[in-house]
T-cell receptor, first 111, second 114 residues
Framework: GDSVTQMEGPVTLSEEAFLTINCTYT??????LFWYVQYPGEGLQLLLK?????DKGSNKGFEATYRKETTSFHLEKGSVQVSDSAVYFC??????????FGKGTMLLVSP | DADVTQTPRNRITKTGKRIMLECSQT?????MYWYRQDPGLGLRLIYY???????NKGEISDGYSVSRQAQAKFSLSLESAIPNQTALYFC?????????????FGPGTRLTVL
C-alpha cells in the first residue's frame, strides 16, 4: 500500500537558518504530493502541492520538488522565522483520492 | 466564520460510553473525511464519504461508525468508547472537482476516554 516516511523531529533551528525536512514515499502509479502544516492548537492547512514529476510547489517561502527518480518531496526554506514553528506533514494522494500522511515533523525555531 | 466546524472541541468520557462527534461544513464540498491524530503516528483515516450515499472504511475503522446526514454533515460515533481511542479527531472536506483534491480541515476534537 501507499506510505510516506518523514524525518523524525523535533527539528530545532535558530531564526534565519536553512530548513530541510525530508520526505520519501511509496506508491503505485503517479501520486500527487502535499505538505500540510499544523500550528499549535489548530487543524492542518495545505502549505504546498505538486501533481507530477519535476513540479515545484511553493508558498510562504517554502519549496518542495517532486522527484520521481528518488521518490522524494523534501521541504525547504531558506530562512526560517519563529512563526514557522509548527508540525509539518508530508502526504500523498493515491488512486482512491484519499490522503496518506507521514507521521509529522515538529519544527521549533528560536529567536 | 469557519468553513469546517467540529463539535464538541473537547470531551472527556468514561469507558463504555457512546460518543458522537459532529462535523459541519459550509464549503459545499461533496467529500468528507474523519481522521485521528496520535503523537508520533501522524493522521490516520477512519472513514470517508464521497457523497451522501457513499460511505467507505479507512485504515482504522474498527470501533467506529459514521453517518452522513446531509451533504454538509458527517458524524463519527464511538459505540462503546475505550481508553485507546483517546486522541485528537479531525474532520476534513474536499471538492470532487478540484484538480488537486485539497482537503480542508476542521479545528479538531480532543477526546479523552478514562
Amino acid at each position: 500500500g501507499d506510505s510516506v516516511t518523514q524525518m523524525e523531529g523535533p527539528v530545532t533551528l535558530s531564526e534565519e537558518a536553512f530548513l530541510t525536512i525530508n520526505c520519501t514515499y511509496t506508491a503505485t502509479g503517479y501520486p500527487s504530493l502535499f505538505w500540510y502544516v499544523q500550528y499549535p492548537g489548530e487543524g492542518l492547512q495545505l502549505l504546498l502541492k505538486a501533481t507530477k514529476a519535476d513540479d515545484k510547489g511553493s508558498n510562504k517561502g517554502f519549496e518542495a520538488t517532486y522527484r520521481k527518480e528518488t521518490t522524494s518531496f523534501h521541504l525547504e526554506k531558506g530562512s526560517v522565522q519563529v512563526s514557522d514553528s509548527a508540525v509539518y506533514f508530508c502526504a500523498l494522494r493515491g488512486g482512491y483520492s484519499t490522503l496518506t500522511f507521514g507521521k509529522g515533523t515538529m519544527l521549533l525555531v528560536s529567536p | 466564520d469557519a468553513d469546517v466546524t467540529q463539535t464538541p472541541r473537547n470531551r472527556i468520557t468514561k469507558t463504555g460510553k457512546r460518543i458522537m462527534l459532529e462535523c459541519s461544513q459550509t464549503k459545499g464540498h461533496d467529500r468528507m473525511y474523519w481522521y485521528r491524530q496520535d503523537p508520533g503516528l501522524g493522521l490516520r483515516l477512519i472513514y470517508y464519504s464521497f457523497d451522501v450515499k457513499d460511505i467507505n472504511k479507512g485504515e482504522i475503522s474498527d470501533g467506529y461508525s459514521v453517518s452522513r446526514q446531509a451533504q454538509a454533515k458527517f458524524s463519527l460515533s464511538l459505540e462503546s468508547a475505550i481508553p485507546n481511542q483517546t486522541a485528537l479527531y479531525f474532520c476534513a472536506t474536499s471538492d470532487a472537482q478540484g484538480a488537486y483534491n485539497e482537503q480542508f480541515f476542521g479545528p479538531g476534537t480532543r477526546l479523552t476516554v478514562l
